[in-house]
């Protein structure tokens, strides 16, 4: 199942303040689980500190290739924000994958123990 993206400025915040962070050199993923969602839902950033236009739609791009690719691993009823970094652009795909793998799992765990802690 592929995920649909998140558009809206303030679900990118809801998933930012209440959601697990894993982070490695080359990316950021935040986690969220949400109850009602029917889908996982996916945000991408990637801010001026990665460069300019072109190697931020870079990172961009490779994260979504990454996320179309690996869409198995996505489980409905959580929300995830990547966040890109410099690194991002400049690491090879195998590195970068290897990242958005253990980002993806470890802030997922991260996300279904804060959930349980908070019923």
Do not use: H
């Not at 969220?32 to 072109?54: D, E, F, I, R």
């Not at 409905?76 to 890109?84: E, Q, T």
């Not at 991002?88 to 959930?115: E, H, N, P, Q």
Request: net charge positive; aromatic share 8%.
């Amino acid at each position: 199942m592929i995920p649909s993206v998140l558009k809206r400025r303030s679900q990118f915040l809801e998933v930012g303040k209440l959601g697990s962070r894993a982070k490695t050199k080359a990316l950021t993923a935040i986690c969220l689980k949400n109850q009602g969602c029917p889908c996982p839902m996916v945000g991408y950033t990637a801010s001026t500190k990665v460069g300019g236009a072109v190697e931020r739609n870079r990172a961009k791009r490779r994260l979504r290739s990454l996320v179309r690719e690996l869409s198995p691993e996505f489980v409905p009823g959580y929300s995830f924000v990547f966040i890109a970094t410099p690194e991002t652009v400049l690491c090879d795909f195998g590195c970068l994958r290897s990242d958005f793998v253990y980002c993806l799992r470890k802030s997922k765990v991260r996300a279904d123990d804060a959930a349980r802690n908070r019923c």
